[in-house]
């Protein structure tokens, strides 16, 4: 398997999990700096390594007044402020290719959205930049169908990938998780992420916005982690009821400790278990 390493965060093989995590969006400098510092903390204290996302844009709400956050000129100087002040390692959507350079100057991790992940000109630009790449799987596409956008990236000579499964579409204004889609995709060659908070979302299910359940976050993604998945993606919110953005499918910052002490006991077993089979 390839590992793709983010600053000094290292994806794949048995390395212990990664937590992918932040707020849906930027709403504001000062509520991103407070989350990062204390997701920052949570980590530090139970040895997890973390990278931190939040999007400077969301492109693809369900309305055209859905908030979207502070733009990528804003966005990105909020972002970089985090990444120094706190030392991590920043990820954040691209959804254009004219984004592309500005954005690969702050992040560590450019991300393909799902609903783009087939887009062809996007992923070559991305993988062109040399940085790692996370392409998160369609809700339309079955998980052995990443293997193209994979060789699009590929295609640059850049094989520092993440694949991300988000849930897949099921009916209407649903989505569902299939654990399969985790060892399918990890058989491609390259790290792979489960997204447990939008797994739950329902796509557009609040009329003008998207719904969700968060109440399932911890079992998905104990159940995930249990696959022997290499990372994890949460949204966190310090108040996830008033958040701007995916509110009903974030975590509040004050679960995050519990479960991810839960997670990685589980993460341990399995990746020791694994290693003693090789």
């Not at 909020?78 to 690969?104: G, N, W, Y």
Request: overall charge negative.
């Amino acid at each position: 398997m390839e590992q793709v390493t983010v600053g000094k965060t290292h994806f794949g093989g048995n390395k212990p999990l990664v937590l992918i995590a932040g707020p849906c969006a930027i709403e504001d400098e000062n509520l991103t700096l407070r989350i990062a510092e204390g997701l920052k903390e949570i980590t530090s204290r139970l040895g997890c390594e973390l990278v931190f996302k939040a999007s400077y844009d969301k492109a693809n709400r369900t309305s055209v007044s859905s908030f979207r956050g502070l733009g990528m000129e804003s966005g990105l100087r909020i972002l970089e402020r985090v990444k120094k002040e706190f030392e991590l390692p920043i990820l954040s959507d691209v959804h254009d290719v004219s984004q592309i350079a500005a954005a690969a100057e702050v992040l560590d991790v450019l991300q393909i959205p799902a609903f783009l992940c087939r887009q062809t000109d996007l992923l070559v630009a991305a993988g062109r930049t040399g940085k790692p790449i996370n392409i998160k799987k369609g809700q339309f596409l079955a998980p052995w169908d990443m293997e193209h956008g994979v060789n699009k990236v590929v295609s640059t000579g850049n094989r520092q990938i993440l694949l991300t499964e988000r849930g897949a579409t099921f009916g209407y204004n649903n989505l569902v998780t299939d654990m399969r889609a985790l060892v399918i995709m990890r058989q491609l060659g390259y790290p792979v992420i489960f997204d447990a908070t939008h797994s739950v979302q329902l796509p557009g299910g609040a009329g003008g916005s998207s719904g969700g359940q968060r109440q399932f976050v911890a079992a998905l993604s104990r159940a995930a982690v249990a696959t022997g998945i290499d990372g994890l993606f949460w949204e966190v919110h310090e108040d996830p009821d008033r958040a701007l953005c995916d509110g009903a499918n974030s975590l509040p910052l004050a679960q995050v400790e519990a479960m991810l002490t839960q997670i990685l006991a589980i993460d341990t077993l399995v990746k020791e278990t694994l290693a003693q089979g090789e």
